[in-house]
């Protein structure tokens, strides 16, 4: 008996703490909701879409899914037990589909909220993957050029006291970098405050800092909402209770300040405030455009459609203003590389010139 109890409590710990890919997951409720449509048994649909060559973990927790429902779980209660596989989002538009008999609409739903979610996210990274790189290349090749090559030219140009302040600098800063205590210092620096930086950034006094910058702060809030209100539009849709449904929005769009916030939204809801009032009174939160479609949705008894329609408007201003972005960061980075490079050669060429000049 111990030892049964021990090998369940084994498989509970694999199911909570695997996860799978995103394209896996958005090939699973396509694949699914398309077979369910056509009338094939759910066990039987199960079966049939478990291989995923690319992402063998989700093979296994498919397999886990099929063996499940094939016992008598719900898909959404067998979903449940992996919560890195399937969010509490996804969980809930399972349950309704197969509460309302329509798992396979709900499924075709989930699919259409991924695919827009992760092109959000995606357009996010893919904006700030050019300057990272350009950024990334020029902190290398500086590191190899003031190593190997200033010390070399510098110290070839004459001694150390007679050269120029600026050059002095970059000697001192060359010979630093060719101590490997520097390095080992640096890396414990780095391991220290990488992580509390990050844990500060993804607070909410860190998000509003970022928020208070211009443009990325326009184009946080502006995806922020974007995630939020398609999640929000999504579950409203397909029959989730309002409460609910902000409480998996907030929780699901990646926003520190929104999933705070959530707590004072559920609260004025569940004591009869507007949600129109209730965003408006955080404009610092929540878009200009997010709160004039959800007003106009309550007054028209069409919130759920002009929630979306809002998600839509926030995406397309997210690719705007990323793409502002990029074209003010570019000639950053152009100036940050122009003034690292610059630096050296007027350090080292005017070491060349006061040794020319005492002869």
Same mark, same amino acid.
């Given at each position: #008996? ?8 084994? @498989? ?31 066990? %039987?649909?199960?079966?049939?879409? %478990? ?27 067998? #979903? ?12 809930? !538009? ?40 350009? *950024? ?79 443009? *990325?702060?326009?184009? *946080? ?17 397909? =029959? ?13 769009? =990646? ?16 004591? =009869?405030?507007?949600?129109?009032? *209730? ?8 878009? #200009?455009?997010?709160?004039? !479609?959800?007003?106009? =949705? ?33 000639? !950053?980075? !152009?100036?940050?590389?122009? @003034? ?7 350090? @080292? ?11």
């Amino acid at each position: #008996m111990a030892s049964e109890r021990s090998n369940i409590a084994a @498989v509970d710990r694999w199911r909570e703490k695997i996860s799978c890919r995103e394209a896996s997951l958005l090939a699973f409720s396509r694949n699914l909701g398309i077979l369910l449509n056509s009338g094939i048994p759910i066990v %039987t649909a199960l079966d049939t879409i %478990t291989h995923y060559p690319d992402d063998p973990k989700f093979e296994k927790v498919v397999e886990d899914l099929s063996g499940s429902v094939a016992q008598g779980f719900t898909l959404s209660r067998a #979903m449940a037990r992996f919560p890195r596989c399937f969010l509490p989002i996804y969980c809930r !538009m399972v349950e309704v589909g197969e509460t309302s008999g329509t798992l396979s609409t709900s499924l075709e739903a989930l699919t259409r909220w991924g695919e827009a979610d992760r092109k959000t996210r995606e357009h996010v990274r893919g904006a700030l993957v050019y300057p990272t790189f350009v *950024l990334a290349v020029t902190f290398i090749l500086t590191i190899l050029l003031v190593t190997f090559f200033v010390p070399q030219v510098l110290e070839g140009a004459g001694r150390p006291a007679d050269l120029p302040l600026l050059s002095k600098a970059l000697l001192t800063v060359a010979h630093l970098f060719g101590n490997g205590g520097f390095w080992l210092v640096v890396l414990g620096v780095a391991g220290l405050t990488i992580p509390t930086l990050k844990r500060f950034l993804g607070s909410e006094n860190g998000e509003l800092l970022l928020r208070g910058i211009p443009v *990325l702060g326009g184009v *946080l809030q502006c995806a922020a909402d974007s995630r939020y209100s398609l999640t929000l539009s999504t579950l409203l849709s397909h =029959g989730v209770d309002l409460p609910r449904s902000l409480q998996l929005a907030g929780e699901s769009c =990646g926003s520190a300040l929104v999933a705070r916030d959530n707590k004072r939204i559920l609260n004025g809801i569940t004591h =009869g405030e507007s949600l129109a009032e *209730l965003y408006g009174a955080r404009p610092d939160v929540y878009s #200009m455009i997010l709160r004039h !479609m959800v007003r106009v =949705g309550e007054e028209t008894s069409h919130l759920s459609e002009l929630i979306r329609f809002s998600s839509q408007i926030l995406a397309e201003e997210t690719e705007y203003l990323l793409d502002s972005l990029l074209a003010a960061l570019e000639p !950053m980075v !152009m100036t940050i590389v122009a @003034v690292i490079v610059g630096g050296i050669l007027i350090a @080292v060429f005017s070491s060349i010139y006061a040794q020319l000049g005492s002869f």
